[in-house]
Structures are given as structure tokens and as C-alpha cells.
């Protein structure tokens, strides 16, 4: 696959209220979109940092996979996200030849309007990988 740059690293967080004042005047970084994504049970905000992006994310539910990360590991890092340029759906299939064990057997939509896959931690040493396209 052919991956151009880090497309954002996102972060669970209890709430994002609580969490901007430190990303925005802390950092500096300025929030330029809040959505919710009703089938991940998430609400996501996002920063530009250069090139690349933080993504907040706040579980909407308790059964939400950002509550149970929240609950077992805490706060902090919770993905990286890649850009890919030659397809999500391409990636894929290509980890599948690779024996590498994927979330998504297919592309679905993510915040920002992207497509994007998860590949499973077990497969990626430990970092839970979000492949996306726009
Ligand atoms: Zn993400």
C-alpha cells in the first residue's frame, strides 16, 4: 500500500469540553469541527496540527469502545490513523494477503466524510491502525 503521511492521531477523552481549553490554549491548536459519529457511539473534535490532525474522542454511551478503552487503560492515544493513496478497500485486501487481521473486512465511513478500516492490534505490534482515504 502506499501511505503519504500521518492523516491524525486520535485521543480518548472523558469530554471534550474538558479536554479543548488544553489543545487550544495550551497548545495553541484551534478546533475546527465537532461531530458525532452515531455508530461508533462517538463524538469526535478536530485540530489541525500541520500536516497531520488530533482527533478528540468522547464516548456518547457507556458501551461506546471509547468508554471501555477510557475505563481499562484511561485517557490518552487511542489510534494512528494513515492516509492512504491507493484505496482503503485496496489496503485491505492486501492485509488480508498478508495474513494481517483487520476490524473492518470492508471500508465504512468515518468522521470528515473519510473511509476508513481499522487493522486489529493483535496484527500491528500493539497500535490499534486506522487506514483512511478521503
Ligand atoms: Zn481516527
Known amino acids: 500500500m502506499k501511505i503519504s503521511k500521518i ?65 481499562t487503560r484511561g485517557q490518552g492515544i487511542h489510534h494512528i490513523a494513515y492516509k492512504v493513496e491507493d484505496g482503503v478497500a485496496n489496503a485491505l485486501a492486501e492485509c488480508d494477503g498478508k495474513g494481517i487481521r483487520t476490524i473492518d473486512k470492508t471500508p465504512r465511513g468515518g468522521a470528515e466524510g473519510l473511509h476508513i478500516a481499522f487493522l486489529h492490534p493483535k496484527a500491528t505490534q500493539g497500535v490499534l491502525t486506522e487506514l483512511c482515504e478521503e
Open 7 to 71: 492523516e491524525h492521531l486520535g485521543i480518548a477523552v472523558q469530554s471534550i469540553e474538558e479536554a479543548l481549553p488544553y489543545y487550544e490554549q495550551v497548545l495553541g491548536f484551534e478546533c475546527y469541527n465537532i461531530e458525532t459519529v452515531e455508530d461508533q457511539k462517538v463524538r469526535t473534535a478536530f485540530l489541525r496540527v500541520g500536516e497531520t490532525k488530533i482527533e478528540l474522542l468522547e464516548p456518547t454511551s457507556p458501551d461506546s469502545t471509547i468508554a471501555k478503552f477510557i475505563e
